[in-house]
Each structure stands twice: as structure tokens, then as C-alpha cells.
T-cell receptor, first 113, second 111 residues
Framework: GAGVSQSPSNKVTEKGKDVELRCDPI?????LYWYRQRLGQGLEFLIY????????KSGLPSDRFSAERTGESVSTLTIQRTQQEDSAVYLC???????????FGQGTRLTVV | GESVGLHLPTLSVQEGDNSIINCAYS??????FIWYKQESGKGPQFIID?????DKRQGQRVTVLLNKTVKHLSLQIAATQPGDSAVYFC??????????FGTGTRLTIIP
């Protein structure tokens, strides 16, 4: 694909439900990031995958959040028992190894009602 | 440093003027820096990058300056246009590892 693809683009869910957000990175990019961006605010780091190394989960805000990545391809961010404060845009980015730019997807806008 | 939910600082500039957006980073081991532009409803887009062995890099209408002594990065946009209105983020990484974003600055170009 031409770029990072995220799905769905919008998701409305009821409080307490689980959601799964998907990210398809650029082929060949070994690094993948998830960020959260609340309305009018900056990018909050969530999790970072780099090749076969153990992921850096230091940004996950609670144990309701988890993410997986299959090899160097698709990643899924799961939020269990969603709360209203989870409402935000979730951005995924991928990057080649080393000192290169990260390419972002368009994000998934999550609204918890 | 990490963006931790702060509301964005803003900068308003008259169309045609130059703008300077500043960023302070915290990790002295960071050796690669990027500026991103984010327009409303879109993901961040790459503008320009710089490695720590340089202190200045120029692109089309944009210049990035790096001062490692005081851990400061700036983005200069020349002859600003309405399309430059966006949120601008700096990002840093060390040894090709995790990319950490700054708080961001909202730039508004006044026609």
C-alpha cells in the first residue's frame, strides 16, 4: 500500500464495550507506534513495536489497553471496558529502522458514549 | 519531552511574515529530530528532519535549527501562507528507537 492504513476511521461505542483498532503499516517498516490524541492536544505515546524486540508498553495508560503486532505487519490496539475518557483519535505510525521519519495514518476517531 | 495532555500553545502570524516555532527536548542522547505538521482531521505529516551532527538544515521555505547545548530545536517558516495554518510538532529519537513528540504549537496565519 501507499501509506499507513487505519481502520475504522470512526468508531462510536458504548461505555463498557471492548473495541479493536487496526493499523496496516507500510510494507517493510519494522517499527510501529501507537499514539493517542485528545481533542486540541498533543500526541500521547502508547506503545512501540520494533522488529522482534519486546514492545515498549510504557505509555499504555491502564491494563485495559493492549496491543499486538503480527511479525512486521498489521497491529491491533484493543481497549477493554471503554470509558468516556478513552474518546480520542488513535494514530498509528510506521518507520524503517534507524534514523528516518515516521509515516502516520489518518487515525481512528473513537467516541465512547 | 512527552506530550502529556497539555493544551497547545498558539502562535499567530501575519500572512507573508516569517514564523519561528520552538521546541525544547529533554533527552541529551537524542540524535535525530523531526518536525511534523498536522492539519485539522489529518495525521501528522513530515516537514523536515535533522541529525545531531548538524545544526541547521534548509528545505523549501522551512529551516530547522538545532542547538544541542541547550537542547533546543526551532522551525522557521518563511513567507507564511494561509496553508501553513496547522499544528506543528517536534519529535526526537535516540539511536533509532522510540519517537517522542513535543507538546505542539498551533500556528494561525492571519490573512
Amino acid at each position: 500500500g501507499a501509506g499507513v492504513s487505519q481502520s475504522p476511521s470512526n468508531k462510536v461505542t458504548e461505555k463498557g464495550k471492548d473495541v479493536e483498532l487496526r493499523c496496516d503499516p507500510i510494507s517493510g517498516h519494522t517499527a510501529l507506534y501507537w499514539y493517542r490524541q485528545r481533542l486540541g492536544q498533543g500526541l500521547e505515546f502508547l506503545i512501540y513495536f520494533q522488529g522482534n524486540s519486546a514492545p515498549d508498553k510504557s505509555g499504555l495508560p491502564s491494563d485495559r489497553f493492549s496491543a499486538e503486532r503480527t511479525g512486521e505487519s498489521v497491529s491491533t490496539l484493543t481497549i477493554q471496558r471503554t470509558q468516556q475518557e478513552d474518546s480520542a483519535v488513535y494514530l498509528c505510525a510506521s518507520r524503517l529502522m534507524g534514523e528516518t521519519e515516521a509515516f502516520f495514518g489518518q487515525g481512528t476517531r473513537l467516541t465512547v458514549v | 519531552g512527552e506530550s502529556v495532555g497539555l493544551h497547545l500553545p498558539t502562535l499567530s502570524v501575519q500572512e507573508g511574515d516569517n514564523s519561528i516555532i520552538n521546541c525544547a527536548y529533554s533527552n541529551s542522547a537524542s540524535d535525530y529530530f523531526i518536525w511534523y505538521k498536522q492539519e485539522s482531521g489529518k495525521g501528522p505529516q513530515f516537514i523536515i528532519d535533522i541529525r545531531s551532527n548538524m545544526d541547521k538544515r534548509q528545505g523549501q521555505r522551512v529551516t530547522v535549527l538545532l542547538n544541542k547545548t541547550v537542547k533546543h530545536l526551532s522551525l522557521q517558516i518563511a513567507a507564511t501562507q494561509p496553508g501553513d495554518s496547522a499544528v506543528y510538532f517536534c519529535a526526537e529519537s535516540a539511536a533509532g528507537e522510540k519517537l517522542t513528540f513535543g507538546t505542539g504549537t498551533r500556528l494561525t496565519i492571519i490573512p
